[in-house]
């Protein structure tokens, strides 16, 4: 195992597939072979972890519940990953390649990916996911405090609007230190 890892995050029907109820649609879409060759291609030396956006109806607490449709509620189609990330992530779900339940759009709010990262001597993170200013910008700008470098796959995450990605990808580089690939 080498000190970097992948993490795919949000990549769900809700924010990726035609009818998912918050989805930034096809450049969403466009992502699926990219990430699945890319989990391939390091899966075997890589810990890989998948944090995923989880909501309950109803839940009148959360701050998000004023701002969007709800989405990635529990046990639904929804929360369910992209395409064939789906049957990916059932075949590979192992100690090593791991969903991570987020309830905020930052990986690191309230989940225990800091510790288990820590513990594995990683100091590098890849991301990819969607969407690229919301809670890819979230996750990044968390790793950046937390000291991880960080590496972009400008072809592994996507937005809803094209100036979202595009300022997005300003800001890891120039503010985040992000290595874009
Ligand atoms: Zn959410």
């Known amino acids: 195992m080498n000190n970097e890892s992948l993490l795919i995050i949000d990549y769900t029907n809700d ?3 035609t009818n998912g109820a918050l989805s930034c649609g096809k450049p ?3 992502l699926e072979p990219y990430i699945i060759n890319l989990a ?5 030396n890589s810990f890989i972890y998948l944090p995923t956006d989880i909501h ?5 607490f959360h701050p998000e519940s004023k701002l969007f449709p709800i989405h990635n509620q529990k046990d639904t189609w929804g929360r369910e990953f992209y395409g064939d990330l789906n049957s ?3 075949k590979n779900n192992s100690d090593s390649i791991k969903i991570i339940d987020k309830t905020r759009y930052s990986s690191f709010a309230g989940t225990n990916l800091d510790i288990l990262l820590q513990e594995r ?4 993170l890849h991301l990819v996911g969607v969407c690229s200013d919301i809670c890819i910008l979230h996750t990044a700008v968390d790793a ?4 991880y470098k960080l590496i972009i796959h400008k072809e592994g995450i996507a937005t809803f609007t094209k100036n979202g990605q595009e300022w997005s990808l300003e800001h890891f580089k120039n503010s985040l230190g992000a290595t874009i690939v």
Do not use: R
Request: aromatic share 14%; glycine share 8%; net charge positive.
């Open 15 to 17: 924010f990726v597939a």
């Open 28 to 30: 969403g879409q466009k």
């Open 40 to 44: 391939d291609s390091v899966k075997k």
């Open 56 to 60: 309950e109806k109803n839940d009148t």
């Open 88 to 90: 990916w992530y059932k």
């Open 121 to 124: 001597k990683i100091d590098t």
């Open 144 to 147: 950046y405090n937390l000291g």
